[in-house]
């Protein structure tokens, strides 16, 4: 069965909404890739193209836009000053490999990770250390690689793939909720319970991808009139003599009788 045809195809998707689809936080390598781009976008903003950096104010993961082809870009607000961007940013992509993890628990992080978080959060800024620059935090990024020229071409496919993974999704639930072959009360009802799966996959550590590549390689739905066929059960297994007398000893199902002395 086809895909139903969009009046309008999505080129971006806030970080926000990928949260709230996937019901899963983000990887460490997803997490290395955002902050990439979003450091790259604002280094071309203080090149004064449009918007200008003044404008854009990062306040949680609804302000982060992740676009088709692997780019990065924020939400413009009309009144807005300079603010502490890299910052703002840290703590949003803190929050995304936090989110959905219950508050008693704490995501243990990679040295390197957490090395790159705490430079933009400045928890362990000297007086004397001079502030940290964007160029400072893409350095960072790029030497996370085994192959630094390499970052801007690889973090773009990762960012790049988490958007296609999130468009794969909402077609697959759209197939789903429009399909003619789910005979249930409401196709709402299906996707609640695939809303319910996704979630049951993540809090025990199944990653919903994995339940996304089920769905691409087809799932057979069946009538709620037809009934599942029984397996017929299994042969049962003639035991040996030998298997039979140790049984017997096991049980002690025997009489012992005295041996006289001759």
């Known amino acids: 069965m086809e895909a139903p045809q969009c009046e309008q195809r999505i080129t ?84 995304a490999l936090d989110w959905g ?17 705490c430079l ?3 928890l362990d ?13 893409i350095k960072v990024c790029e030497e996370h690689l085994s192959r630094p020229s390499e ?16 468009i794969e999704l909402q077609n697959l639930v759209t197939i789903i909720q429009t399909s003619r072959e789910v005979h249930l009360r409401s196709p709402l009802s299906f996707y609640s319970q695939c809303l319910h799966t996704l979630t049951y996959c993540t809090r025990n ?4 991808q994995s339940i996304i590549c089920e769905l691409q390689n087809g799932v057979k739905l069946r009538k709620s009139t037809e009934r599942p066929r029984r397996c017929p059960p299994p042969k049962e297994c003639i035991p040996s003599p030998y298997e039979l007398l140790l049984d017997d000893i096991q049980h002690k199902r025997y009489t012992l009788r005295k041996v006289s002395d001759y």
């Open 12 to 95: 971006k998707v806030s970080l926000a909404e990928v949260l709230r689809c996937f019901q899963q936080p983000i990887s460490e390598e997803q997490a290395w890739a955002i902050c990439f781009q979003c450091c790259c976008k604002m280094e071309q903003l203080t090149r004064g193209l449009s918007p200008s950096l003044h404008t854009v104010f990062i306040k949680g993961a609804g302000s982060i836009f992740l676009h088709d082809d692997g780019s990065a870009s924020f939400k413009v607000y009309r009144k807005s000053g300079k603010s502490v961007l890299l910052e703002y940013l840290g703590v949003v992509i803190y929050e």
């Open 120 to 122: 933009m959060l400045k």
């Open 205 to 208: 550590g199944i990653p919903s």
């Open 101 to 117: 993890i219950d508050d008693k628990l704490e995501r243990e992080l990679s040295d390197p990770l957490e090395k790159l978080l």
């Open 125 to 137: 800024e000297k007086p004397m250390k001079p502030a940290v620059t964007l160029q400072d935090v």
């Open 151 to 166: 970052a801007s071409s690889h973090y773009e496919m990762t960012c790049r793939n988490l958007f296609t993974d999130y």
